[in-house]
């Protein structure tokens, strides 16, 4: 499309879902092109950009798993993120030379199952294979929409995405970026990989509260600069999963996945394969989800918790309720009672009914709480099954999968090992069963060698030495090399202070 058509259809009367722009809110009728809506990240009502169309066909699966691992994310973005010029330069930028391998994530076995590993990007974290691309479609949009503002992104983390999206952004022209972390609710590792950021473009703050105060307060943010500036010049954004740039480049490693499974011969085009996800926000399990309605031949979702099992008492009786304590876990990156990605699967289940959608947000917002209609929870469970897993579950799991097979998973991987073993014994139709694995054990060392059955010593890096030494594994050398620099950030503020701290930033980043 050229910028000409472009502009144009910007002008055109809103109509939901028009090719010209695909996206409309989960909340309301207000659509946007797939440029603005990585731009804008929440939709200006407070809603997520959803393509109501997704899974309408027309998409030449069995062609694209065929491709190598790049030209299946081109393919796949491209018909999910329509409107961009050049996805095939898009793909190359933020991904060559920067995994591991061009595998991108390599798919192991493990006893009788697979584990995808999806932590070989730069800082070592499963967010890394949405985080580098985004920078690169934000750039493009930027170009494409001829934004002339800075577009400065505001991050909540619950430890993994504000690192990777520091490294994402970090000096990115007309870009900036200020990350909130929960104080003392991050991993050691996980505070020094933010706290060492370098960049002239960064801000990195903790705040005492939890992840969902983080993510509750930047949300709220963003809805009051929906509509202008925040300060002259500068634009909003968002890196989480809530913004549908993020969400789209997940999609491309459930094709990964089951491309490595034909060719092994352990399946054939068209057999249905298991998908277990440890699961926090419902981002990753959504663009499982997102895959199959493009036609992959997806089995079950399986969503896997930890004790904060707000998803798997909603997932299996349809209300979904927030008033609940609240669990520090050790695995942290999953410790969230507000799961933003949800209200997209709400969407579709409703039958695309935004009224719908936007009633239960607001009684999650006020009243802590909702219950969707006995037809959405039947639409949801056609797809979704839900387990959950303690702390002592968590640590025995490890345990156990080193023990018996010799691999040695972090704690979230842990949680969807467990959830994997009963879902098996429950309901599986004994198609393949494959397990995302979220992080590097490494990231976790004090936990792992606990559940080891060894005593920690010392600070992370000597943890990580250690647990190098029981495993016989390498510490990712993004991990270990923090050991030693600079720690560059010291802000600590209160909840309640995030709006200010983001208006007394803004002008300096
Ligand atoms: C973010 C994260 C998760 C949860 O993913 P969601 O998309 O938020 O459900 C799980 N494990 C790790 C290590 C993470 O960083």
Redo the contacts with the bound molecule.
């Keep these: 499309m050229s910028l000409f058509d472009f502009v144009n259809a910007r002008k055109a009367p809103k109509a939901p879902s028009s090719p010209a722009a695909p996206f409309r809110s989960t909340r309301s009728n207000a659509s946007a092109t797939a440029p603005e809506a990585v731009l804008r990240g929440l939709a200006p009502d407070g809603g997520l950009y959803v393509d109501p169309e997704i899974g309408k066909g027309g998409f030449d699966v069995q062609g694209c798993l065929t491709l190598d691992p790049f030209g299946q994310a081109e393919r796949i973005l491209t018909r999910l993120l329509p409107g961009f010029d050049d996805m095939h330069a898009l793909v190359q930028r933020a991904y060559a030379g920067r995994f591991a391998s061009d595998a991108l994530t390599p798919l192991v076995p493990v006893g009788d199952d697979y584990v995808l590993e999806l932590?070989h990007g730069p800082t070592a974290?499963?967010?890394d294979v949405a985080l580098c691309m985004l920078p690169q479609l934000m750039t493009a949009a930027r170009s494409l929409t001829g934004m002339k503002e800075k577009t400065v992104i505001l991050t909540a983390t619950?430890?993994?995405?504000g690192k990777a999206a520091l490294e994402g952004f970090h000096d990115v022209p007309g870009t900036g970026i200020v990350v909130f972390f929960p104080h003392q609710g991050v991993s050691a590792v996980q505070e020094a990989q933010m706290l060492t950021q370098e960049g002239a473009n960064v801000a990195v703050c903790a705040v005492r509260g939890n992840f969902d105060d983080c993510q509750s307060a930047v949300k709220q943010v963003f809805s009051r600069y929906a509509n202008r500036a925040p300060v002259p010049g500068v634009r909003l954004s968002s890196a989480n999963?809530i913004n549908i740039g993020r969400l789209a480049p997940?999609v491309v490693y459930y094709f990964l996945a089951y491309a490595s499974l034909m060719k092994q011969g352990r399946i054939r085009f068209g057999e249905a394969v298991d998908y277990v996800?440890?699961?926090?926000?419902?981002?990753?399990?959504?663009?499982g989800w997102y895959a199959k309605q493009l036609g992959l031949p997806v089995g079950r979702l399986v969503c896997a918790s930890n004790a904060n099992r707000v998803l798997t008492d909603f997932l299996t009786t349809g209300v979904y309720d927030r008033r609940r304590e609240f669990f520090k876990t050790n695995?942290p990156?999953?410790d969230?009672l507000v799961?933003s990605?949800l209200e997209r699967l709400l969407f579709y289940a409703s039958g695309g009914d935004a009224d719908c959608v936007r009633n239960d947000m607001l009684r999650l917002q006020n009243s802590g709480y909702y219950k969707i209609s006995a037809s959405a929870l039947d639409f949801i469970r056609k797809d979704f099954s839900a387990y959950s897993c303690d702390e002592p579950g968590t640590l025995g799991e490890i345990r156990r999968c080193f023990q018996e097979t010799g691999y040695l998973p972090?704690t979230?991987?842990a949680v969807a090992l467990h959830a994997a073993q009963e879902y098996k014994q429950k309901e599986s139709s004994g198609a393949p069963v494959v397990v995302l694995s979220?992080?590097s054990p490494f990231?976790f060392p004090a936990a792992v060698l606990q559940a080891l059955g060894e005593e920690p010593e010392g600070d992370a890096f000597r943890q990580m030495a250690q647990l190098s030494a029981v495993s016989g594994l390498e510490a990712p050398a993004s991990l270990a090399g923090l050991q030693g620099k600079a720690y560059l950030h010291q802000d600590v503020i209160e909840k309640s202070d995030i709006a200010d701290y983001v208006l007394e930033k803004l002008p300096r980043l």
């Design positions: 932590f974290a499963f967010k619950s430890g993994d995405t999963s997940q996800v440890p699961t926090g926000n419902f981002g990753d399990i959504l663009a695995s990156s999953m969230i799961s990605n972090d979230h991987t979220t992080a990231k």
